[in-house]
């Protein structure tokens, strides 16, 4: 008795795709998530990018000096540049730095035992002639821990974004 009720509830197949999407819906989802997340990351960091790129056209053609821009004033044109996407006023980091020469550029990362460290970043728009470094950071939060956090270089589960123009004034 209990063998035929055995060989009988193995036969059945009623339950079968329900028991198979629920196998395979939860993988499935999580693996479209951090595919998605890891998308908005790459859109991020592009967005930052072009950011930096057209905010640092401000200084290379002189017009962030003759403007006497304070590093309030840059950011707002920074902010102009990818309002939407980021917590500008609170989140987005400028860093702009001026040198003599190529081979006097610093290239020390901002982060300090996994935290960004803005203790440093300045603004000094450089004066014609002079090499000048336009950086922008952002800490862009993962939410999306699927692959063990790969996506995260800051502590806090949150990935550093980081945009640079480097250019003769």
């Known amino acids: 008795m209990r063998c035929r009720l055995?060989?009988?509830f193995v036969r059945q197949q009623e339950g079968a795709a329900a028991v198979e999407f629920a196998l395979v819906a939860a993988p499935f989802l999580a693996l479209t998530f951090a595919i998605l997340e890891a998308a908005m990351v790459f859109f991020a960091g592009q967005t930052l990018?072009?950011?930096?790129?057209?905010?640092?056209?401000?200084?290379?053609?002189?017009e962030a000096q003759t403007g006497s821009f304070s590093k309030e004033d840059f950011k707002t044109q920074v902010c102009a540049r990818i309002a939407g996407l980021?917590?500008?006023?609170n989140g987005v980091y400028?860093?702009?730095?001026?040198?003599s020469s190529f081979s006097?550029?610093?290239?020390?990362?901002?982060?300090?035992?996994?935290?960004?460290?803005?203790?440093?970043?300045?603004?000094?728009?450089?004066?014609?002639g002079q090499i000048v470094v336009v950086s922008l950071y952002y800490e862009w939060?993962?939410?999306?821990s699927l692959l063990g956090n790969d996506l995260a270089n800051l502590n806090g589960g949150n990935r550093l974004l980081a945009a640079t123009s480097v250019f003769r004034v």
């Open 6 to 8: 055995a060989r009988r």
């Open 49 to 62: 990018e072009a950011a930096a790129s057209d905010s640092a056209r401000l200084i290379m053609t002189g």
């Open 86 to 89: 980021f917590d500008c006023t």
């Open 94 to 99: 400028v860093d702009v730095k001026s040198y």
């Open 104 to 128: 006097a550029i610093s290239t020390a990362s901002p982060v300090s035992d996994g935290k960004l460290d803005t203790s440093s970043m300045s603004y000094s728009p450089g004066e014609p």
């Open 141 to 144: 939060p993962i939410y999306v």
